[in-house]
């Protein structure tokens, strides 16, 4: 298949998410250009709205960045709160968060297991202090408190412990903060927050690197192409390293009048290694361009893949382990960014369906529409 296309890519959900935050954080109107519409996103806004009208129970159905940063939001606004989700987010780990937040003086009970949604907080003021986060599973703890902090009157000092997971994350939280006026000081694994409160600013988010990604695998599996993703900026953030492996299966990454652009390149096809302990979100997205290249490579760093919205490990392994079957069904695993991964393939092996091709939605509402060429059915 040839290629040509131009593509607005959505905006970033985390870049969204984290505005709305320093937005409720510093009690002013969000001056945000190009806002997500991802469900993600509109999960976290209405969820906002919500508490900004004093509804007791807030359900965040499975948005697992709006769990972990409205955990803190609650405990330090004042109100008794329910946050729950749907019964895969109440599987997803809250444990560090949730003894942090107790250690700076929060009232959190976790109402059927601890460790777990749904929580019952009793907001009220807090301080701040020194508090140590375990890192290991997610970096949206850290980046949980962090957020909250420039507003404790003795701002924050936190100690990251464990395995530095996802760390491109909790650095767009911190430079997202600082384009806010916060004042934030890293010292190797020890991040010191003044109190110092938020002031508003106009802010642009940025095309979504983790979305790209799947534009990088349809020019992998194609003849020849030359894909233009509007809206992306070259940056250290998020999932950017998409380019740079991309490159040894054979896409190129070009950048004329800030419009990136995808073509194909000569590579040698031997045996690969990814490593996604900072970039667990591309693993859906690596492992079925392999797949469909058939191309050996040794994946490292997915202890964590198990904590998102499906078992991502297990997810692909089942799915991919269909290819020559025909016709392809694949099942969805609730999990937007396996669908994704998985609809590229058609144009490798012919058709294939989704039982629920609508989860996209959660971080790429337009993809399907976008993707019209793709051989999809629901």
């Not at 948005?63 to 803190?72: I, N, Q, Y």
């Not at 110092?196 to 799947?214: E, L, V």
């Not at 039982?355 to 939605?361: A, Q, Y």
């Not at 976008?370 to 059915?377: I, P």
């Given at each position: ?103 700076l003086g929060a009232d ?165 290694s990814f490593d996604f ?88 509402p337009d993809f399907w ?10």
């Open positions: 298949m040839r290629l040509h296309c131009d593509i607005n890519l959505p905006a970033s959900k985390s870049e969204s998410n984290r505005a709305l935050m320093i937005a409720a954080y510093g009690g002013f109107v969000p001056d945000i250009e190009k806002l997500s519409d991802s469900k993600d996103t509109l999960v976290l806004a209405k969820a906002l709205r919500q508490i900004r009208q004093n509804k007791a129970k807030i359900d965040i159905a499975d948005c697992g960045t709006a769990a972990r940063f409205l955990t803190t939001y609650l405990a330090c606004h004042e109100g008794e709160w329910l946050l729950t989700g749907t019964e895969r987010m109440k599987q997803r780990p809250m444990t560090p968060l949730v003894n942090a937040l107790r250690v959190i009970q976790c109402v059927d297991r601890e460790g777990y949604l749904p929580l019952r907080i009793q907001g009220k003021p807090i301080q701040g202090g020194r508090v140590s986060i375990e890192m290991t599973q997610s970096s949206q703890f850290a980046s949980s408190l962090l957020l909250a902090a420039p507003m404790w009157t003795q701002g924050l000092e936190m100690d990251l412990v464990g395995d530095l997971s996802s760390l491109p994350y909790l650095e767009m939280t911190l430079y997202m903060m600082r384009h806010f006026l916060a004042q934030v000081d890293v010292c190797d694994r020890t991040i010191k927050v003044s109190s110092k409160p938020y002031q508003k600013q106009h802010f642009t988010i940025d095309g979504d690197w983790s979305a790209a990604s799947y534009w990088y695998e349809m020019a992998a599996f194609s003849e020849e192409c030359e894909i233009r993703l509007r809206s992306l900026k070259a940056t250290d953030l998020g999932d950017s390293i998409i380019a740079e492996w991309m490159l040894q299966l054979g896409v190129g990454t070009f950048v004329e009048d800030d419009i990136v652009i995808l073509r194909k390149i000569l590579f040698e096809k031997r045996s690969l302990s900072q970039h667990p979100d591309l693993y859906p997205t690596m492992a079925a361009t392999c797949a469909g290249l058939r191309l050996n490579a040794d994946f490292t760093g997915i202890d964590n893949l198990a904590l998102k919205e499906s078992d991502r490990v297990g997810a692909m392994q089942t799915e991919l382990a269909k290819l020559g079957k025909s016709p392809l069904r694949f099942f969805s695993h609730n999990d937007h960014r396996v669908v994704m991964a998985l609809a590229p393939l058609s144009m490798l092996f012919g058709t294939v369906c989704f039982d629920h091709p609508e989860v996209v939605e959660k971080s790429y529409k976008d993707a019209s060429f793709l051989s999809v059915c629901g």
